[in-house]
């Protein structure tokens, strides 16, 4: 009946009188409406109200009246706010009960979200990209389109949240959050030492309640006694309370004295909707005989001890006892580590247990099958689920890493298996990942939403519609890298099913480039630029070149289009294309150190670029390698790290700085972790120099060197695995110290080894005299390895450092 009666009103030109029966807000650049604040209102509200008019005065040009009633005869805004508990807090309605009359009905919260709404939808504004105190993009960089005339469409319009519990994506753009409809109704993770065994109660005069305490290497551990009076500020309090040890489940007195301390902390805050449970920070599960017998041996689905069922049980326990008093208490526990895994029994309904892995992972269907079948078993013992996610760019990676569908898809699964609560730890800091940020948050909000169109949508408003095809492929070339067949082959891909995939490592995950990979990225950067017609439009294409420039610096620098995806130079060919871009390389380094946008990653990629230089040490005896060695070693410029190494690998002298490095003679030997004893033995197994070297499954060296002589200091080592490791990774690093405090680290880490072939590898250190006005006092070098099987031994063997100033 209703196209019968539409379509002849159309057909008849009735459409402009139909338009204009829509609630007009704007005409002629003049306001239509005022805004009456409701009687009962409060501080969330009237934020959201003044942000509302900041913001549609930036494309209107002017302010609506707010009002404390409705004016006669004009249009009204009004806002029927109703109180709502977290679950319910993010709905939102808009209607029109009468012909003067928009009302917005919402909750204290999701009043800012209908007001986001009238802004995204009808304004036409794009908050593109999240600010926060340590960015500036100098002016606005956000998208205001002017408003002359504006109306809105009679129609009910209802929403509410997918993610309803909670939705971050980064803790560090506070304030700008609620532009993206985030929403952190819960605190932070690990804080226990704050919710249930208070740092303010025990931490001053060490008066941890001794069955609350673990057993740790045989030993009782005691958290440390405070240093002088605890910070106000409880996150600074905490500080490393929350690290390195967990309570011991098996005492019952543990759950005794967590109950009494919840409900004395419930007691004196009314208002405290959250209990958080989570287990602390870096392992330090209990190993007293009853934990012992409680865990079995047992290991979870991340290859963890698995404390499942005397953790969860001790949070279950706890909730019920608290809940008699405190119905509307959650309690958030991390389900990470050692407690990954569901426990075998039900939990109560106000328990919400925080799945934390990698999601991205999943892209592997071996991973993926395995944790769907963990998702699948948490659905069945909790009724809510939250989960903790990574997904790391600018700080860790060169390259932007994107999977805009599979991601959204990935949380689509989330959603559909019970998960309500989802948080991102990323860097949502810069403009290095284009939509990531702004996707993850539209995605949390309406997981329905289409991926493609949020990207295609954010695109066309940063560049303008004929820039942003070129800014998509741009976009989708990451895509693509991310899944293609060779990043399966890089050792970055090993980390797999690690808690989140390897951090910090500079060099492996961009290898699986291929030549004129860059090239092709530069082209359609370039068409980016060209192409962007407003000046917004150019200042943000401007931007995305630079942080396009990055990933580009970085490949040149670091030889990833040479480099095989298995970190190996595939032939002497190759080895001399590699030497002949070292020119190219070094021009690189310098572009990305002056980069304005280099402040998220690393920058200086010099020493990354000459640990890469030693993948061409197999074909040093070829002569036309040689002959490209000759040529760099007479460029004026070639930085005196890259100039040792060369000389070095010639044959060229300088005294070894670490004695015995070698391990030819009985001592000195290197000593294990903080000058403890030496996790491994001397060996006569294998050695790439000499008749000795270390052996251990579980390495851990460390030698301790005096600061006696600044300078550029070369480290050459060699280890060896007789077989594969599956998860097994060797990691060296150096550490700068002022009287026994540590200062500095440079990292190489998350290698694995060949089997059965020495293999060398090199790192830089510069030793400088002071740091932050702090005489350096000594510095040390560990080189250690993490998860390989007992039975799979690693040996390091030929410890070479050499001061390249004294080379002769
Ligand atoms: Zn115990």
Redesign the pocket.
Same mark, same amino acid.
């Given at each position: 009946m209703k196209k019968m009666i539409w379509a002849p009103l159309i057909v008849s030109g009735f459409l402009f009188q139909l338009a204009a029966s829509d609630f007009e807000l704007v005409k002629d650049g003049r306001s239509q409406a005022a805004i009456v604040r409701p009687s009962d209102r409060n501080k969330e509200v009237d934020e959201a109200i003044s942000f509302f008019n900041a913001e549609a005065e930036k494309c209107v040009g002017r302010k609506f009246d707010v009002l404390e009633a409705a004016p006669r005869e004009k249009n009204s805004i009004v806002l029927n706010v109703r109180k709502a508990s977290i679950p319910e807090d993010d709905f939102f309605a808009i209607d029109f009960p009468d012909k003067n009359t928009m009302q917005i009905t919402c909750s204290d919260r999701s009043a800012r979200w209908a007001f986001n709404h009238l802004l995204e939808k009808y304004f036409g504004v794009r908050w593109l990209f999240a600010r926060n105190a340590h960015d500036s993009y100098e002016g606005e960089i956000n998208h205001y389109p002017p408003v002359k005339n504006l109306a809105v469409p009679r129609k009910k319009f209802e929403k509410n949240s997918s993610f309803n519990l909670y939705r971050c994506v980064d803790f560090r753009f506070t304030g700008f959050e609620k532009n993206w409809n985030l929403k952190r109704s819960f605190t932070g993770i690990h804080c226990m030492v704050i919710d249930v065994f208070p740092v303010y109660k025990y931490a001053l005069d060490q008066s941890w309640p001794a069955e609350i305490l673990?057993?740790i290497k045989g030993e009782k551990y005691i958290p440390p006694k405070a240093k002088g009076p605890l910070s106000k500020n409880i996150w600074l309090a905490r500080g490393n309370y929350c690290i390195g040890w967990q309570p011991?489940?098996?005492?019952p007195k543990t759950t005794g004295i967590a109950i009494e301390n919840i409900l004395e902390i419930l007691a004196k805050n009314p208002d405290k909707h959250e209990i958080n449970m989570d287990v602390n920070d870096c392992r330090g599960f209990?190993? +007293?005989p009853? +934990?012992l017998k409680a865990v079995k041996g047992k290991t979870n689905t991340i290859g963890c001890a698995d404390y499942s069922e005397l953790y969860w049980k001790w949070v279950n326990d706890v909730a019920a006892a608290v809940a008699r008093k405190y119905p509307n208490v959650y309690f958030t526990a991390i389900a990470y580590t050692e407690v990954t895994d569901p426990p075998s029994f039900k939990l109560c309904p106000n328990v919400i247990p925080r799945v934390c892995l990698e999601l991205t992972a999943m892209l592997d269907p071996a991973v993926y099958a395995k944790r769907m079948k963990m998702f699948k078993k948490w659905g069945e013992k909790a009724s809510l689920l939250a989960y903790y996610d990574y997904s790391y760019g600018a700080s860790w990676y060169l390259f932007p890493r994107l999977y805009f569908g599979m991601h959204s898809e990935l949380l689509k699964m989330l959603h559909a298996n019970q998960f309500r609560s989802v948080f991102i730890e990323s860097d949502a800091v810069n403009a290095f990942e284009g939509p990531k940020h702004y996707l993850f948050s539209k995605m949390l909000w309406d997981v329905n939403s289409d991926p493609e169109e949020i990207v295609m949508d954010w695109c066309n408003h940063a560049v303008g519609k004929k820039a942003a095809p070129f800014l998509r492929d741009y976009y989708r070339f990451w895509e693509e890298y991310w899944v293609r067949p060779e990043i399966e082959k890089t050792q970055w891909y090993n980390t797999l099913e690690q808690i989140y995939m390897q951090g910090g490592e500079k060099s492996t995950h961009t290898f699986a480039l291929k030549v004129g990979d860059m090239e092709k990225c530069r082209k359609l950067m370039e068409k980016v630029v060209q192409h962007a017609g407003t000046p917004l439009e150019k200042k943000r294409a401007a931007i995305f070149m630079k942080n396009f420039e990055l990933s580009e610096s970085a490949a040149k620098a670091l030889f990833s289009e040479i480099i095989q995806p298995d970190s190996t130079v595939a032939s002497a060919s190759d080895a001399v294309t590699l030497l002949k871009s070292v020119p190219e390389a070094l021009v690189h380094i310098g572009k990305f150190k002056e980069n304005p946008w280099n402040r998220h990653v690393t920058k200086d990629l010099l020493p990354f670029s000459v640990a890469n230089l030693r993948l061409i040490m197999p074909y040093m005896n070829d002569n036309a390698v040689r002959a490209e060695i000759d040529k760099l070693l007479a460029l004026p410029n070639l930085p005196p790290e890259m100039k040792g190494q060369f000389k070095l690998w010639l044959g060229a002298e300088a005294g070894n700085v670490i004695p015995n490095g070698s391990f030819e003679e009985p001592s000195p030997l290197p000593t294990g972790w903080d000058g403890s004893k030496l996790p491994g033995s001397r060996s006569s197994d294998y050695a790439s120099d000499g008749k000795y070297s270390i052996k251990s499954s579980y390495l851990m060296c460390e030698f301790t060197l005096p600061a006696k002589k600044p300078g550029t200091y070369f480290l050459m080592f060699d280890a060896f695995a007789p077989k594969t490791s599956v998860e097994g990774r060797l990691n060296y690093m150096f550490t700068l110290r002022t009287k026994k405090q540590n200062r500095n680290h440079t990292y190489y880490r998350d290698i694995s080894l060949p089997a059965n072939k020495w293999q060398t590898f090199t790192g830089m250190l510069y030793l400088p005299l002071e740091q932050s006005g702090k005489m350096i006092d000594n510095f040390q070098i560990h080189i250690y390895t993490r998860k390989f099987e007992p039975d799979c031994p690693v040996y390091i063997d030929h410890v070479r450092l050499y001061r390249l100033e004294d080379l002769k």
């Amino acid at each position: 009946m209703k196209k019968m009666i539409w379509a002849p009103l159309i057909v008849s030109g009735f459409l402009f009188q139909l338009a204009a029966s829509d609630f007009e807000l704007v005409k002629d650049g003049r306001s239509q409406a005022a805004i009456v604040r409701p009687s009962d209102r409060n501080k969330e509200v009237d934020e959201a109200i003044s942000f509302f008019n900041a913001e549609a005065e930036k494309c209107v040009g002017r302010k609506f009246d707010v009002l404390e009633a409705a004016p006669r005869e004009k249009n009204s805004i009004v806002l029927n706010v109703r109180k709502a508990s977290i679950p319910e807090d993010d709905f939102f309605a808009i209607d029109f009960p009468d012909k003067n009359t928009m009302q917005i009905t919402c909750s204290d919260r999701s009043a800012r979200w209908a007001f986001n709404h009238l802004l995204e939808k009808y304004f036409g504004v794009r908050w593109l990209f999240a600010r926060n105190a340590h960015d500036s993009y100098e002016g606005e960089i956000n998208h205001y389109p002017p408003v002359k005339n504006l109306a809105v469409p009679r129609k009910k319009f209802e929403k509410n949240s997918s993610f309803n519990l909670y939705r971050c994506v980064d803790f560090r753009f506070t304030g700008f959050e609620k532009n993206w409809n985030l929403k952190r109704s819960f605190t932070g993770i690990h804080c226990m030492v704050i919710d249930v065994f208070p740092v303010y109660k025990y931490a001053l005069d060490q008066s941890w309640p001794a069955e609350i305490l673990p057993v740790i290497k045989g030993e009782k551990y005691i958290p440390p006694k405070a240093k002088g009076p605890l910070s106000k500020n409880i996150w600074l309090a905490r500080g490393n309370y929350c690290i390195g040890w967990q309570p011991c489940w098996s005492n019952p007195k543990t759950t005794g004295i967590a109950i009494e301390n919840i409900l004395e902390i419930l007691a004196k805050n009314p208002d405290k909707h959250e209990i958080n449970m989570d287990v602390n920070d870096c392992r330090g599960f209990c190993e +007293c005989p009853e +934990c012992l017998k409680a865990v079995k041996g047992k290991t979870n689905t991340i290859g963890c001890a698995d404390y499942s069922e005397l953790y969860w049980k001790w949070v279950n326990d706890v909730a019920a006892a608290v809940a008699r008093k405190y119905p509307n208490v959650y309690f958030t526990a991390i389900a990470y580590t050692e407690v990954t895994d569901p426990p075998s029994f039900k939990l109560c309904p106000n328990v919400i247990p925080r799945v934390c892995l990698e999601l991205t992972a999943m892209l592997d269907p071996a991973v993926y099958a395995k944790r769907m079948k963990m998702f699948k078993k948490w659905g069945e013992k909790a009724s809510l689920l939250a989960y903790y996610d990574y997904s790391y760019g600018a700080s860790w990676y060169l390259f932007p890493r994107l999977y805009f569908g599979m991601h959204s898809e990935l949380l689509k699964m989330l959603h559909a298996n019970q998960f309500r609560s989802v948080f991102i730890e990323s860097d949502a800091v810069n403009a290095f990942e284009g939509p990531k940020h702004y996707l993850f948050s539209k995605m949390l909000w309406d997981v329905n939403s289409d991926p493609e169109e949020i990207v295609m949508d954010w695109c066309n408003h940063a560049v303008g519609k004929k820039a942003a095809p070129f800014l998509r492929d741009y976009y989708r070339f990451w895509e693509e890298y991310w899944v293609r067949p060779e990043i399966e082959k890089t050792q970055w891909y090993n980390t797999l099913e690690q808690i989140y995939m390897q951090g910090g490592e500079k060099s492996t995950h961009t290898f699986a480039l291929k030549v004129g990979d860059m090239e092709k990225c530069r082209k359609l950067m370039e068409k980016v630029v060209q192409h962007a017609g407003t000046p917004l439009e150019k200042k943000r294409a401007a931007i995305f070149m630079k942080n396009f420039e990055l990933s580009e610096s970085a490949a040149k620098a670091l030889f990833s289009e040479i480099i095989q995806p298995d970190s190996t130079v595939a032939s002497a060919s190759d080895a001399v294309t590699l030497l002949k871009s070292v020119p190219e390389a070094l021009v690189h380094i310098g572009k990305f150190k002056e980069n304005p946008w280099n402040r998220h990653v690393t920058k200086d990629l010099l020493p990354f670029s000459v640990a890469n230089l030693r993948l061409i040490m197999p074909y040093m005896n070829d002569n036309a390698v040689r002959a490209e060695i000759d040529k760099l070693l007479a460029l004026p410029n070639l930085p005196p790290e890259m100039k040792g190494q060369f000389k070095l690998w010639l044959g060229a002298e300088a005294g070894n700085v670490i004695p015995n490095g070698s391990f030819e003679e009985p001592s000195p030997l290197p000593t294990g972790w903080d000058g403890s004893k030496l996790p491994g033995s001397r060996s006569s197994d294998y050695a790439s120099d000499g008749k000795y070297s270390i052996k251990s499954s579980y390495l851990m060296c460390e030698f301790t060197l005096p600061a006696k002589k600044p300078g550029t200091y070369f480290l050459m080592f060699d280890a060896f695995a007789p077989k594969t490791s599956v998860e097994g990774r060797l990691n060296y690093m150096f550490t700068l110290r002022t009287k026994k405090q540590n200062r500095n680290h440079t990292y190489y880490r998350d290698i694995s080894l060949p089997a059965n072939k020495w293999q060398t590898f090199t790192g830089m250190l510069y030793l400088p005299l002071e740091q932050s006005g702090k005489m350096i006092d000594n510095f040390q070098i560990h080189i250690y390895t993490r998860k390989f099987e007992p039975d799979c031994p690693v040996y390091i063997d030929h410890v070479r450092l050499y001061r390249l100033e004294d080379l002769k």
